[in-house]
């Protein structure tokens, strides 16, 4: 079974602060994704990657970094953290793209609460 | 606006009882992937289908990309079915994405 870990679990946060929200995976997956969940809202990308060393934007990055040091890790950086970027984020490993079975498995997710 | 349109919203189901989820694109995809959510916020998956029927249990999604829609059926509810499912859609064309819809809430009554 695909194992894709995230820390902390949760955090609070002062706004202008920064943070950062890390993942882990043991599948050796070349893919990885930062979505972040708000209430009334599916999952939206924010940050993916395919390869250690490289980044790309999703669908929302204003106001996020990344980065993939490892084909491993992935980690989800907020350099000026403000109140808007309260959410729950997840982290996902996937095996590739456009192959037969791209199957998305998450980590535990992160409550991030910005005061 | 939104790629993935999921109804209902919310759904009511009595132990025993049985229902359909809907997702439908308004682009077109190449794959569709279900998820339950549960209380604790985990997203476990349920089906990956490029296209046709998949079945697992009480579980039975179908996909078909030529008419723009993917459907989760749940039949014999059970109390342990509670949760949000979300439908996530792989766009065929563009950078690597999966579009979710906004879940259907499913409570069941026993």
């Known amino acids: 079974e695909a194992a894709v870990t995230q820390s902390p679990r949760s955090k609070v946060a002062v706004t202008g602060g920064k943070v950062t929200l890390s993942c882990h995976q043991t599948?050796?997956?070349?893919?990885m994704y930062w979505y972040r969940q708000d209430t009334g809202h599916g999952l939206r990308l924010i940050h993916y990657?395919?390869?250690?060393?490289?980044?790309e934007k999703g669908d929302i990055p204003d106001g996020y970094k990344a980065s993939r040091p490892s084909q491993e890790n992935f980690s989800l950086i907020l350099e000026l953290a403000s109140l808007s970027q309260t959410a729950v984020y997840f982290c996902?490993?996937?095996?590739?793209?456009?192959?037969?079975?791209?199957?998305?498995?998450f980590g535990a997710g992160t409550r991030l609460s910005v005061l | 606006g939104d790629q993935v349109e999921q109804s209902p919203s919310a759904l009511s189901l009595h132990e025993g009882t049985g229902s359909a989820l809907r997702c439908n694109f308004t682009t077109t995809m190449r794959a569709v992937q279900w998820f339950q959510q549960n209380s604790r916020g985990s997203l476990i998956n349920l089906f990956y289908l490029a296209s046709g029927t998949k079945e697992n249990g009480r579980l039975k999604s179908t996909f078909n990309s030529k008419e723009s829609y993917s459907t989760l059926h749940i039949r014999d509810a059970q109390l342990e079915d509670s949760g949000t499912y979300f439908c996530?859609?792989?766009?065929?064309?563009?950078?690597?994405?999966?579009?979710f819809g906004k879940g259907t809430s499913l409570t069941v009554i026993p």
């Open positions: 599948n050796n997956h070349d893919y």
């Open positions: 996902a490993s996937s095996v590739n793209w456009g192959g037969s079975q791209n199957t998305l498995y």
């Open positions: 990657s395919y390869v250690a060393d490289s980044t």
């Open positions: 996530a859609a792989e766009r065929a064309t563009g950078y690597q994405n999966f579009y």
